[in-house]
């Protein structure tokens, strides 16, 4: 989760920015955040194990996000159409096993949000010192 003394730099920096500020986060947010919460949701992923003739690669070891980048602050990571079966171990639903309730979306966005934090700090810190 966000800590609040991030948050709270974040807003001191958006504040001393001024006008542009918000060009400045989304450009990293739609530049850097969603191959950042790539890289903390994938290890969370277990392959399915499942090895014969026609079956694809697990999706761990696939290229499996689609990006959204059209949003204002905010960026979806979200899967390919065939990786769309990333969703029911994240939430249980309609799984054979049930072996749901893993959250690995989640917590992999949770755990890529202080390094988004800080990219965004970065970004206002080299643009107003410039």
């Not at 500020?21 to 919460?37: K, Q, R, S, W, Y």
Request: aromatic residues 8%; charged residues 25%.
């Amino acid at each position: 989760m966000l800590d609040a003394d991030s948050a709270k730099e974040l807003e001191e920096r958006v504040r001393a920015f001024g006008q542009g500020a918000e060009d400045v986060v989304n450009g990293v947010l739609h530049a850097e955040a969603g191959p950042l919460i790539y890289e903390r949701i994938n290890p969370l992923i277990h392959p399915s194990g499942r090895r014969f003739k026609g079956h694809p690669a697990s999706a761990k070891s696939s290229k499996w996000p689609v990006y959204r980048t059209n949003e204002n602050l905010a960026v979806t990571v979200g899967t390919a159409r065939r990786f769309s079966y990333l969703y029911f171990p994240n939430d249980g639903v309609n799984t054979k096993r049930h072996a749901g309730e893993q959250h690995f979306m989640f917590r992999g966005a949770r755990d890529a949000s202080r390094s988004v934090m800080e990219r965004c700090i970065a970004a206002l810190t080299r643009e107003l010192d410039h």
